[in-house]
């Protein structure tokens, strides 16, 4: 037997304790608790804890899918660029790479590449890992990239603990699938872009539904439930109703009957009609007290910390001016410390496993989201080409580039000139 067909289900699957590893995807043809199906049965979020959220109700919560978004959003408006690197470390770009068309335009027929940056950022938030299936011609060349669900895949180790490989389950979105796509399948680490986060333990990194989320995201989803139940009531508190007597088994009856005559917001104002000499006493609870728009701040900060955002960036503006240069250093230190810890590590992964022996690398540029307004971008490109007899460190060609123009202007005068040289001292008489 190979070392890979023990991890391929057999014919006539036996029943069998649930794997050690649970939560990790789905490893047998039963619907046993831990697995996918399992989960898309009951509607359990199987992700960690009993406070865990699940993924649905994850982006239930506005704040968390509004940091889900920010992130996978500016990260796949990034153009992904393709450099040769010369052995004295320089860094050309080649922009006749077939890969290109890949990581910029389309993953594979069925994910473009926009979409599938969304998927693949997400995941690796969301989940802690990122998974794409790399799709190779058979002179090795990556062909396309089949982004794959963290629950449908389950990472373990060769017997020397030295290489990673991943059993991925059936995909239950494709419509009547293949004996192929029907099947449990065992894939080589070099075929496979996994992009862990945070808390990477050789296997996964760090779920942010088990952990990060784990206590303030419960809390911020209660806090709109208790909000949309709490308007549904028409903004109400509770009340008693109070007698001297004992109410009969049909008077209780019909004072239940009466009393559901009144909800909903169609019946909102209609009188309540008290008899029998029942008091009406309403239990009064000031919003302060519930300071219910408190909590729902605190945790929109909360979950915003979480993820690195800064919270003006969701929709929290509160002591925040909306406009301005704190708003603009704060953008760009979104950039250096929260996406780039993500692209980073896409880089890494992307650059090990497409280019493992050839002197290419990926890399996402920043520099659109880096850029500050249209004048302190064009003060720097003049810096950059020499200004006032400063000696410059861009071509004219170069800054075109940047401020994204032909390299050649167009008319009568094809070129800029240079900046003249400064003029030479005088000598002394």
Excluded: C
């Excluded at 990034?78 to 050309?92: E, M, S, W």
């Excluded at 990239?145 to 180790?157: A, G, M, Q, S």
């Excluded at 760009?332 to 410390?337: E, K, L, P």
């Excluded at 004219?396 to 070129?415: H, Y």
């Amino acid at each position: 037997m190979s070392f890979l067909s023990r991890f391929l289900p057999s014919p006539v699957p036996a029943r069998v304790e649930p794997p050690l590893v649970r939560n990790e995807g789905v490893d047998s043809a039963l619907v046993t608790r831990g697995t996918f199906m399992y989960d898309v049965f009951t509607g359990n979020s199987g992700v960690g804890p009993p406070n865990a959220l699940s993924e649905g109700e994850a982006y239930s919560i506005t704040a968390v899918s509004a940091s889900v978004q920010l992130i996978s959003g500016a990260i796949a408006s990034l153009p992904a660029h393709i450099y040769n690197r010369a052995k004295d470390g320089d860094l050309t770009r080649d922009q006749s790479n077939p890969l290109w068309w890949v990581l910029n335009e389309q993953f594979s027929p069925r994910w473009t590449a926009a979409a599938g940056w969304w998927f693949l950022v997400a995941s690796k938030v969301l989940y802690g890992d990122a998974f794409a299936e790399i799709r190779r011609d058979q002179a090795g060349r990556v062909i396309g990239l089949l982004p794959v669900h963290p629950r449908r895949v389950r990472v373990i180790t060769d017997p020397d603990g030295w290489r990673l490989i991943y059993i991925v389950s059936p995909d239950f979105t494709v419509y009547n699938p293949s004996p192929v796509a029907a099947a449990i399948r065992v894939v080589n680490g070099d075929d496979m872009l996994h992009v862990p986060g945070f808390g990477f333990n050789g296997l996964r990194g760090m779920s942010m539904l088990r952990f990060a989320l784990r206590i303030a995201g419960p809390l911020a989803r209660n806090a709109d439930v208790f909000s949309a139940q709490f308007l549904k009531n028409q903004a109400r508190p509770d009340f008693t109703l109070q007698t001297d007597g004992n109410l009969s088994e049909d008077q209780y009856a019909r004072l239940q009957e009466k009393i559901a005559e009144h909800e909903g917001p169609e019946n909102a104002g209609k009188p309540l009609i008290l008899e029998g000499g029942l008091k009406l006493n309403p239990l009064t609870m000031p919003l302060e007290d519930v300071q219910l728009l408190e909590t729902r701040k605190f945790q929109v900060e909360e979950i915003a910390r979480a993820f690195m955002v800064p919270p003006f960036m969701i929709g929290h503006t509160e002591k925040t001016s909306s406009w301005g240069t704190g708003v603009e250093a704060m953008g760009a230190g979104f950039v250096r410390y929260t996406l780039r810890d993500h692209l980073t590590a896409f880089h890494n992964e992307m650059n090990r496993k497409f280019f493992p022996r050839a002197p290419y690398v990926i890399e996402f540029d920043t520099t659109e989201l880096e850029r500050g307004d249209t004048k302190a971008m064009f003060d720097a490109v003049r810096v950059g080409i020499g200004r006032a007899g400063e000696p410059a460190f861009l071509s004219v060609e170069e800054a075109r580039t940047i401020v994204r123009l032909p390299k050649k202007m167009q008319g009568e005068n094809p070129t800029m000139a240079a900046p003249a040289p400064a003029p030479a001292p005088k000598e002394a008489a």
